[in-house]
């Protein structure tokens, strides 16, 4: 699968990727339509959350932002969806982009190396599902 077809068109929810046709860490091709992901759903539109329901039969959505972050912008509620919270980013960590009185040099200092990063991510005991 080319990565531009993973691309899945909704009406507010943006980012979003089918990650159909990746290998798993069994080595395993995860099939199209089982694994989606996107920015958050705040925004969701009823035929966005009708489209996630029918066409892709959600079942869980597990939320990577901060409980801050899930304060500033909540998820849409879709009934019969099961919500699980994984922060991957400390609490502090958070309000990085929201920072108006730091420079670009102090904000670059703040975030961590993305091979650092990718690590911490797969790493942390909380990713460990």
């Known amino acids: 699968m080319k990565m531009s077809s993973r691309k899945i068109k909704f009406e507010k929810i ?5 990650m159909g046709g990746l290998l798993n860490a069994h080595g395993e091709m995860i099939s199209s339509g089982r694994l989606l992901r996107s920015a958050n759903l705040a925004d969701a539109t009823e035929m966005d959350k009708e489209m996630l329901q029918k066409q892709y039969h959600i ?3 597990i939320d990577l932002r901060t409980e801050m972050e899930r304060k ?3 998820d849409v509620f879709i009934p019969n969806v099961e919500y699980q919270f994984i922060p991957i980013f400390d609490e502090s960590m958070a309000g ?3 920072e ?3 420079n670009e040099e102090q904000i670059l200092a703040a975030i961590p190396k ?3 990063l990718y690590r911490q991510i797969v790493t942390k005991s909380s990713s460990l599902l």
Do not use: M, V, Y
Request: net charge positive; glycine share 4%.
């Open 96 to 98: 990085i982009s929201h």
């Open 72 to 74: 500033e912008k909540p």
């Open 114 to 116: 993305l091979g650092f």
């Open 100 to 102: 108006k009185s730091l």
């Open 59 to 61: 079942a869980k959505i």
């Open 14 to 18: 943006w980012n979003a990727r089918d």
